[in-house]
């Protein structure tokens, strides 16, 4: 699917609940979630646990803060993984952490920068766009009925 | 320039646990289908019981769930930072009185817990009553809702179980898939 598509059609698929395990990084454990389930592409539709300290970034010159732990309990995550033509697979999570006294952060969470402290839990529902035939057909219904 | 403090900065810190490190890094099971509910959690149940009751009711034992949003009459949670007894790397506080509450946004799962009991683990964040927002482990049992019932959307695991299982490495159990029965 080119990147630059604007609505993308398709059904939720299969769904999985992970378990990553400490000192293995957020990002992508989440993407390794993905390669032992198969699944191409997903979105996050629940996680929680608690990472050793969490980096953040949020701006466009892409500086990043630190929260220092440990623990920083993750409060919410919202994010999706995609895989691309290259079988490149990427997960993007964006979401609220709090630290040891509870004061909450958010930005989008760093590749490399997140370590599982205790655990982490992940519920992944699997997203199958469909194919190209379909996409253009779904595409000119929606301009019909403009 | 010590090397030593290079790697601090440029590496995302690790620790090491009580236990041995066990070689599996991500367990993880799959249904083929996902089944959803919307659930409305009841004025004065226990957030526990609101979750817990109705789910019990249409046959779910597992589930991820997402709270949208509301006002609970009273609020208890709890943050973790480093054991004090070393027993685990870090350790739940005393639960912290947060008075009526409005839960901003939280997620909750469902399983069983290692006596075989319904098990809620929930994170949130949360405007306390003096106005402060914070974010933690809530404790499911001591958050009571308020007036005004609570939307909750379930996703269901139909083909797998979560338990509540004692895990050697971390020493302290945890929320484990394990395939069903």
Redesign the interface.
Known sequence: MPENTVVEHGL?G????????????LVK?VE??CL??GFRNAFV??????L??A?LTFKSDGSKVLVK???V?????AGEVRTDEDNTIAATLSG?????????YGGSFVP????I???F?V?L?EWLPANPADQAREASKSEDTQ | MVAGNFHSVERARTMIHPGRFHPVRIQSEHSDIARHFRIVLQPGKSLYDAIVQPLIQVGVTSASTTILGGLFASLEYCVAPPDPRNEAVIRYSAPIVAGESYLIFGNATLGRSSSDKPMVHCHAAVRREDGVVRGGHIIPGKTIVGDDPISVLVTSFDDFDLRQIYDPETNTPLFQPVASL
């Open positions: 939720m299969r769904v999985a609940y992970a378990r990553i395990a400490p000192n293995e990084d454990g390794k979630v032992a389930e539709r629940g996680a929680l646990g608690s050793v300290d980096s732990g440990p623990a309990e993750v409060v919410s995550i609220v952490v709090a630290d040891t006294d509870g004061t909450v490399g920068g997140n370590t402290c205790m655990t839990e519920t529902e």
